[in-house]
């Protein structure tokens, strides 16, 4: 019971490394009494740049650290084709802990946990947030639309541009669908450097 009162005045936090520090041993739902390691969020705490997925998978929950497996990879391999660094922007989860045997995260879970990342981004500030899948960007946005529909356009969220594109590990299981994300990345980018004011 401790942890959870514990977790409730995380909106206090002033720093990244606070909430950490007040939210990291929440079991405010059933994920946080069956997780191996609490994974939170990487990357630089004052990033212009966020990308949010949806749970963390069996590697995320070994080591702690967001898309740390192929999906991972291949993330980092994405961000490296449009000229970021992992070190450069920030990397977390909606769920900070992982569904088991990788299942989609419940409705009931994800509502439990948004407030924490809704929190890591006003702590942040990015300039913008590229949603990986469509659970995510649902979440995040509240709203219940199809991918295809989400990756046409540009939303807004505490008057910071949000953008949708596919998850990694649909990448992987679907590699079609990579020159989508190709496009849908360098539109990210691009908007990035405008609100940035980058050349």
Excluded at 26 to 40: M, Q
Excluded at 122 to 140: E, F, H
Excluded at 155 to 169: C, G, Q, S
Aim: with cysteine.
């Amino acid at each position: 019971m401790s942890s959870n009162l514990f977790a409730e005045d995380f909106q206090k936090a002033d720093t990244i490394a606070e909430l950490y520090e007040k939210i990291n041993k929440c079991e405010k739902c059933s994920l946080g009494k069956s997780r191996n390691k609490f994974v939170f969020g990487s990357g630089n705490p004052n990033a212009s740049a966020m990308l949010i997925g949806e749970a963390p998978g069996a590697e995320e929950d070994k080591q702690g650290e967001p898309f740390v497996g192929r999906a991972g990879k291949l993330l980092t391999d994405i961000l490296t084709a449009i000229n970021f660094t992992r070190e450069e922007v920030y990397i977390a989860n909606i769920l900070k802990c992982r569904p088991p045997n990788n299942r989609d995260p419940l409705p009931s879970e994800m509502e439990t946990c948004k407030p924490y990342i809704l929190k890591q981004i006003d702590l942040i500030k990015p300039k913008v947030i590229l949603c990986l899948g469509r659970i995510a960007a649902n979440s995040l946005l509240n709203k219940n639309l199809a991918l295809g529909k989400m990756r046409d356009n540009i939303y807004e969220l505490n008057n910071i541009k949000v953008m949708a594109t596919y998850h990694p590990a649909a990448l992987l299981r679907n590699p079609n669908w990579k020159r989508g994300c190709w496009e849908d990345v360098k539109k990210f980018r691009q908007l990035h450097d405008e609100l940035v004011g980058t050349k």
